[in-house]
């Protein structure tokens, strides 16, 4: 059945008789996970067993219960049958599994399994198996009603038939009001290879606008904790976003996949061991962000450790005095350092090794030493004296607090890796009286992460996805490193997006920093949101930019590009009421974006002609004023630029900045200037 041919009536009503049956299964499964829990919590187990029991069955049972409401599936295969694995046998694939009894075949099976791959990838070249590709059309905003089932496409693979399916064009191109959804039901082969790759492995996605990267990575998050639950569960799984209004954006992707209790976050929440109160000027939050000042600190760290003390050790054990020369000790402290452990880690060392040398005295004079003999050399008076004159104990505030204050040990551990100008830049102006009167800035957190990192390693992750990375600064890469330290990254972005003073020219520098120089990158190219008129407007902007990307292309042949031109700059904010009202005689989202000086009148004038407009942070509102700065990652139907000129010049990366803007348009992006486009 063609995508404009009629639909037998009896073929709706019987996949609205099994979308019946499977909303009563799944009531059934919520019910029966709320039952195991009752049930598990009686269950007679030793405690850790029944721990793990018991958080298990009350997780399964949240996600069931949280399960945002909607449509149970979104396609069906059906196997020919000379298929060895599934020959004749048919498949409905939705966001979760559903099953009547779990030894019963599943109702629907999860968009995740094996299987269901099969979905995503046949064609008519490659059926694999695959007679016929059915897809459900639903109604917009379904919450999951029977009747809500209107249309359903068949693709007949096995007679080579091959075309573009009208069911995903129309969800792809339907208004975008609310935050992000998800794209179970339209991944494309490309993206489906990405969302499905190995655990072990990191990707970097260089992705153009609109090519769906930010759900390829939420889509492979899913995927990894599908599919790799146990060492997902132990390891943990985080995504990173640029701010809180992205997080919020994308917040219900996950859910309605069926997974939850996903951590969310931002790099600056995760490295927060004290609120911003202190700012930098650019130069100074540059240097900060240099990958150099991870060495100015690491030397300030282990300058502290002494090889130099000569004095040997006596420890008391009864009447006995056991003596540890200071040649010996002197040469553990420098094996110890030589080996470079964590700073912490080797304190320990250099204790452990003192009583080494003390209990092989004792064994040699009258045999051997218990552990309780051993516990109580290590907490002798003069052994934990020496460690503390030796390698003493520090905060990361008290040595980043020293370097930034100036002084000789600051000027010891910059030597020969800043300048003098940048020795003088990276200090405080006004030092503090000690570090817990300091006022630290957002920078200032990187450093005491480092350090912080330099003492002792962070608790990591087994899987991180980081999004907007091109943004990422030498040590924010370093900070997200550590915590994936023993795991693997999703990284993704569009250089030519790069916005912060410090965004990346090149992937290879951003993967070097994060500690995986030897990861893919992988292009996509082929745009799903943003229209073809928009995407050629915005081809001619990116060979502006110092960045070496492959041009996009746009799938979407609709939409629409306006340009509004004033003569008079003060007849600018006039146009764009005007502008905001055309938009609103359409379906979907109006964002207004400008840049982030102009704003606060933008959002008074609309208010006097009767506009209501909400900003960035409201993602159910019909109209949005949003600051340029912000507006990364988000998306809206209709567009509303305003001069183009005055965001290029509000920042360094200006450019960059309007590539962003200019590619946040689904539908139709309209231009409203007074000035010539700065390209």
């Known amino acids: 059945m063609t995508p404009d041919a009629p639909v037998p009536q009896h073929a709706l009503d019987q996949e609205r008789a099994h979308h019946d049956r499977c909303r009563d299964a799944l009531a059934g499964m919520t019910g029966g996970a709320d039952e195991q829990v009752s049930t598990g919590e009686d269950v007679s187990a030793s405690g850790a067993d029944a721990e793990v029991l018991g958080y298990r069955l009350r997780s399964r049972a949240k996600e069931l219960r949280e399960l945002p409401p909607g449509p149970l599936f979104f396609g069906r295969l059906d196997f020919g049958p000379d298929e060895p694995d599934h020959g004749r046998q048919s498949y409905h694939v939705g966001r979760l599994r559903i099953t009547e009894h779990p030894a019963a075949p599943p109702l629907v099976v999860d968009w995740r399994a094996p299987v269901s791959r099969t979905f995503y990838q046949a064609s008519a070249r490659d059926p694999r198996g695959v007679t016929v590709r059915r897809r459900f059309g639903w109604a917009p905003g379904s919450k999951g009603d029977s009747r809500d089932l209107t249309g359903l496409e068949d693709e007949h693979l096995a007679r080579g038939e091959d075309r573009v399916s009208g069911i995903v064009a129309r969800e792809i191109e339907r208004p975008r009001v609310g935050p ?9 082969p490309e993206q489906d290879d990405l969302v499905r790759g190995d655990l ?9 606008p609109g090519t769906g990267k930010t759900a390829v990575g939420l889509h492979r998050a899913a995927y990894l904790l599908y599919t790799h639950p146990q060492r997902m569960r132990r390891g943990g799984l985080l995504v990173l976003g640029p ?3 992205f997080l919020s954006y994308i917040a219900e992707v996950l859910p309605s996949l069926g997974e939850t209790g996903v951590r969310q976050s931002t790099l600056t929440e995760e490295i927060a061991r004290h609120p911003v109160t202190g700012e930098d000027d650019e130069p100074t939050a540059l240097l900060k962000h240099d990958a150099r000042t991870a060495e100015v600190l690491r030397r300030a760290l282990y300058a502290r450790v002494r090889t130099d003390h000569g004095d040997s050790l006596a420890v008391p054990d009864g009447s006995y005095r056991w003596r540890v020369d200071g040649e010996t000790s002197a040469r553990i402290v420098a094996e110890v350092l030589d080996e470079e ?4 880690v080797g304190r320990e060392r250099v ?15 009258s045999g051997p030493r218990g552990a309780a003999w051993v516990r109580r050399i290590e907490r002798a008076r003069p052994v934990a004296a020496y460690v503390d004159a030796v390698w003493p104990a520090v905060r990361p505030e008290q040595v980043v607090a020293e370097l930034l204050s100036g002084g000789d040990r600051s000027a010891r551990a910059a030597d020969g890796v800043l300048d003098a100008d940048e020795q003088r830049a990276l200090l405080w102006s006004r030092p503090p009286r000690s570090w817990r009167s300091a006022r630290w800035s957002a920078a200032d957190l990187l450093l005491l992460d480092e350090v912080s990192g330099l003492i002792e390693h962070p608790e990591g992750y087994g899987h991180v996805v980081v999004d907007e990375a091109q943004d990422l600064s030498p040590m924010e890469c370093r900070a997200i490193a550590r915590r994936a330290a023993f795991g693997s990254l999703t990284v993704l972005g569009d250089l030519a997006q790069g916005t912060a003073p410090w965004a990346s020219r090149s992937w290879a520098a951003t993967l070097f920093h994060l500690g995986r120089p030897e990861a893919a990158v992988v292009p996509l190219t082929t745009g799903f949101r943003v229209p073809q008129a928009v995407v050629e407007l915005t081809n001619r902007l990116l060979g502006r930019l110092d960045v070496e990307v492959p041009e996009a292309r746009s799938l ?15 007849d600018v904010q006039a146009a764009v009421v005007a502008a905001v009202r055309d938009a609103l005689e359409r379906d979907g989202s109006v964002g207004v974006v400008a840049a982030d000086g102009d704003v606060p009148s933008l959002r008074r004038t609309l208010a006097e002609a009767g506009v209501e407009a909400a900003g960035p942070e409201s993602l159910e509102a019909r109209v949005g004023v949003v600051p340029a700065s912000v507006v990364k990652g988000l998306e809206y139907d ?15 990366r200006g450019l960059h900045r309007l590539y962003v803007v200019l590619t946040r348009a689904v539908s139709r992006l309209e231009v409203v200037r007074s000035r010539p486009l700065p390209f």
């Not at 072990?200 to 153009?208: K, R």
């Not at 452990?341 to 912490?344: E, F, H, Q, R």
């Open 556 to 570: 979407r042949p609709d939409g629409e590009l306006r340009s509004r031109v004033v003569d008079d700059p003060d």
């Open 200 to 208: 072990g492995l990191t990707v970097c996605v260089q992705g153009a």
């Open 638 to 652: 209709h567009v509303v630029a305003v001069e183009p000129a005055a965001i290029a010049e509000a920042e360094e």
């Open 243 to 245: 701010n809180r209004t």
């Open 351 to 365: 204790r452990a090794r003192i009583v080494r040398a003390v209990q092989d005295q004792a064994e040699r004079r």
């Open 341 to 344: 452990p964590p700073y912490a």
């Open 180 to 188: 992000m959804r998800d794209i179970a039901a339209t991944i494309q």
